[in-house]
Each structure stands twice: as structure tokens, then as C-alpha cells.
């Protein structure tokens, strides 16, 4: 699925820990904040990055975090079970609820 984003990079970012922060989801904000650190680091990277922001879908959303950890792996034995799955469904979500903001201003999705 994909929704404009309106947003430039640096104002998504912004919603983005803004959102995360609020919910006090930390395993997304730390994922968040590898991926921001290995864009300013990696051109490469800063494109797929920016561009799956931007543009992206669900899909692409995990295929550009999967350099930090295997969003199919096994559960663990105590919590958190599915730690970089959680992180990249945390980021997801919060994406979704910020451009369903903007297109439906006033009919924000819950996304804490």
C-alpha cells in the first residue's frame, strides 16, 4: 500500500521520532535513528532511505531496514520475542498513521 507523503525527508524524520518517542517506542526510534546514521554515512543507502520515506510501501519499508536484523527470524525465548520485527512493524505503523494524517487531516489513525 502506499500513500503520498507530503513531507520532505528531514519534516518525516521529525514526525517520525516525535511519534515514536511519544508512544515510547524505543526499539524503532534506536532502529530508526541506525538507518538515519548509516544514511548520513552511505549514499547508497541515503537514496533507498529517503526514497522508501517518501515513497515507499510496506514491503520496501522491510527490504530497506534488513541490513539491521532479519525481520523473519525466530522468536526468542523471553521478551521482547520478535525485537527488530517489532521495531520495523513500530516504524511501519507510525509512518502509515502520519500520511493517513495528511490526507485525512483530523481522522488520526491510533498509532501509539
Given amino acids: 500500500m502506499r500513500l503520498p507523503n507530503p513531507y520532505s525527508l528531514e519534516e518525516t524524520l521529525g514526525k517520525l521520532r516525535h511519534s515514536l518517542t511519544t508512544a515510547s517506542n524505543e526499539g524503532a526510534l534506536v532502529l530508526l535513528e541506525k538507518a538515519d546514521t548509516k ?56 509512518l502509515y498513521a502520519i500520511l493517513f494524517d495528511a490526507v485525512l487531516p483530523g481522522k488520526e489513525q491510533a498509532y501509539e
Fill in 39 to 94: 544514511a548520513r554515512a552511505d549514499a547508497v543507502y541515503a537514496k533507498q532511505f529517503e526514497e522508501t520515506l517518501l515513497q515507499g510501501s510496506t514491503v520496501e519499508i522491510r527490504e530497506c531496514l534488513s541490513c539491521f536484523g532479519d525481520y523473519f527470524e525466530r522468536s526468542r525465548y523471553a521478551p521482547p520475542y520478535y525485537p527488530h520485527h517489532d521495531a520495523v512493524n513500530g516504524i511501519d505503523s507510525t
